[in-house]
């Protein structure tokens, strides 16, 4: 029954809480105070739980409110250091331009552009990754990142539908994957056979006997097509002729050629009844044979006419002419009289009297010179022919006159030490006497001056004049039948 007394003060404990009354009861009753002391135990923690009821008291909180303000504060002045971290983790952008490039029944072939953006550190380069249609499964096509933007995927089934998309690597990261809008189908994409003739062998393709025939000539289609060769619808003479076909050409090859294989071969590329067909013109030649049935036809004063048939083997090749040759029996050397004539005739002039002359004849094709020449059988001597010839009777003329001058002197200006010509024109028959006078006095051998008379053109050279040598210089023509003169002005100025 102690218990309910203990407990009836509990009640009153927060208000004894302030009051100095336990320090001065705990001598008078020993017995309660342990009870009081249980009583406030309890009390204690919700006392405090009470303070903080009235701690919003302007003296209690401000302190720890000024400290949960300061950190704040704080934290806004690290925030813009982290910036400068966040391009170190930027991954290259998306590869551009994924296509695909070819499709066969059991590979794909993609291309692609390198990507806009490839960061800091740079590509490492590309994987490709597939999946099957249905399925999210992507597994990589490539082992280890690859630099080249083509690549094929090999190994596929036929028949398969893929999805197929390409990353950029860098030390960033990897990209945002270009991906083909559409699945690829995988199969044999068929392509009709076209044969790609060389222009050069659009038109006849010319060799020498002897020389090797080496011709590539490039088709297409898928899949890979059938290649034959004929000639005169005969299959080609495998001991002569040699062909090799790869997937998308065909090598005809001869060692040594022959006339015999001229001729035109029929090329046909044949995929499942389709075909393309184009014809390989050659011909082999040769130098051809010599001229047949040559004749001294006729021989008169300097000249010599000679005829000729064209050679029985032209070579496989049209004759383009023929060169014609002299040799004199003095000399005995050859020469050519005519390059190339077209004719099966010709004239040879400019022959020399007295001389003795053989001719000969080669004939020209595409290949060359004839081996050999068709050589005159006679020999043609060209004489001296008797001709009198009478003298034409002129009637003279008396080309008698006197001196004259059509080009008269120019006064000149000149500079000391800078030699000068004075010149004029004068005519008259018998060619007159020419006298050149300075100031009325005649210039007679003196090294300072030279004269000269050529065509009727009369100069005078003055040899680095001084102004002494200024003056009135006079030119005068004299003959028999009388004289004229023309007279100058020099002036001679010193230098500046």
């Known amino acids: 029954k102690a218990a309910p007394p203990a407990a ?27 009870a009081a002391e249980e009583a406030p135990a309890p009390e204690q923690p919700p006392a405090p739980v009470d303070e903080p009821a009235p701690v919003p008291t302007p003296e209690g909180t401000p302190a720890p409110e000024e400290g949960v303000l300061a950190p704040p504060a704080e934290p ?42 490839t960061g800091r550190s740079g590509l490492d380069g ?27 995927i090999q190994d596929l089934r036929s028949g398969d539908k893929i999805h197929v998309r390409v990353k950029a690597v860098s030390a960033s990261g990897a990209s945002v994957p270009a991906t083909l809008e559409q699945p690829v189908l995988i199969r044999e994409i068929l392509q009709l056979p076209r044969i790609r003739m060389p222009r050069h062998l659009r038109q ?8 090797a025939v080496n011709v590539m000539i490039p088709f297409q289609g898928k899949p890979k097509p059938e290649v034959i060769w004929t000639k005169g619808d005969q299959p080609l003479d495998t001991n002569r002729i040699n062909i090799r076909n790869t997937e998308k050409d065909t090598i005809f090859y001869i060692r040594q050629a022959q006339r015999s294989d001229s001729g035109k071969y029929e090329l046909t590329v044949r995929i499942n009844g389709a075909e393309d067909k184009a014809t390989l013109d050659i011909r082999v030649i040769e130098p051809p044979g010599p001229p047949q049935s040559l004749k001294l036809v006729d021989v008169w004063g300097f000249n010599v006419a000679l005829e ?30 005519l390059e190339r004539c077209t004719r099966t005739s010709c004239t040879i002039s400019d022959l020399i009297i007295g001389n003795t002359y053989t001719f000969r004849v080669f004939a020209e094709n595409g290949c060359g010179l004839s081996e ?33 001058f059509t080009q008269p002197l120019t006064d000149r200006t000149t500079t000391r030490g800078y030699s000068t010509h004075l010149f004029c024109c004068v005519r008259g028959f018998p060619q007159p006497k020419i006298i050149w006078m300075k100031n009325q006095m005649e210039i007679r051998e003196d090294p300072k001056y030279i004269a000269m008379i050529e065509q009727g053109v009369c100069s005078l050279e003055i040899r680095k004049p001084s102004p002494f040598d200024g003056g009135i210089y006079t030119c005068k023509a004299v003959n028999p039948l009388g004289e004229a003169s023309v007279d100058c002005k020099l002036d001679v100025k010193g230098k500046t």
């Open 204 to 211: 006849t393709y010319v060799r020498r006997v002897g020389d």
């Open 308 to 337: 000729w048939t064209p050679p029985v083997d032209n070579g496989n090749s049209e004759i383009k002419g023929y060169v014609v040759q002299k040799s004199d029996k003095k000399s005995g050397k050859w020469f050519t009289a």
């Open 126 to 152: 590309y994987v490709v990754e597939i999946c099957k249609d249905g399925s999210t499964d992507w597994t990589a096509a490539n082992e280890e990142p690859f630099l080249s933007t083509r690549y094929t």
């Open 8 to 34: 009836s003060p509990a009640p009153t404990a927060p208000q004894k809480k302030p009051v100095p009354t336990p320090k001065e009861e705990p001598a008078q009753e020993p017995t309660p105070a342990p």
């Open 372 to 404: 050999k020449a068709a050589v005159t059988s006679g020999v043609a001597h060209i004489e001296k022919t008797k001709t009198a010839y009478q003298s034409e009777k002129i009637p003279q003329r008396d080309m008698m006159e006197p001196p004259k």
């Open 76 to 117: 806004q002045a690290p925030a813009p250091e982290p910036k400068p971290e966040k391009p170190k983790a930027e991954p290259p952008s998306s590869p551009l331009s994924l296509t695909v490039e070819e499709v066969s029944e059991n590979s794909v072939t993609l291309t692609w552009k390198t990507p806009e953006q």
